[in-house]
Nanobody, 116 residues
Framework: QVQLVESGGALVQPGGSLRLSCAAS????????MSWYRQAPGKERELVAS????????AYADSMKGRLTISRDDAKNTVTLQMDSLTPEDTAVYYC?????????WGQGTQVTVSS
């Protein structure tokens, strides 16, 4: 059974940082492209960052470029998203996704709230 479990979401003040983690199990982690998405209230889910197998390539949403770093540890089956200079507009539920060809899995999400 495949499981993706996100952690690290919290309430943080504007300008602060958070580090989200996603722990995967039940899949051959190193062949999957790993991505982070977010969904704010009343908005569609959007891609935030992704990292290909072996970490060869990363991509970031234009709205967050320069404030994010995505990384993976294939030995620990984890993917991490470092987020800096957070603003209230970054408030959302952040989801982890694993994709290989036409197969994908989602985590349950972790809440990030940016507020003073």
């Amino acid at each position: 059974q495949v499981q993706l479990v996100e952690s690290g979401g919290a309430l943080v003040q504007p300008g602060g940082s958070l580090r989200l983690s996603c722990a995967a199990s039940g899949l051959t982690f190193n062949i999957y492209t790993m991505s982070w998405y977010r969904q704010a209230p009343g908005k569609e889910r959007e891609l935030v960052a992704s990292i290909t197998r072996f970490g060869d390539s990363t991509a970031y949403a234009d709205s967050m470029k320069g404030r994010l770093t995505i990384s993976r540890d294939d030995a620990k089956n984890t993917v991490t998203l470092q987020m800096d200079s957070l603003t209230p507009e970054d408030t959302a539920v952040y989801y982890c996704k694993a994709t290989f060809l036409k197969t994908s899995y989602w985590g349950q999400g972790t809440q990030v709230t940016v507020s003073s």
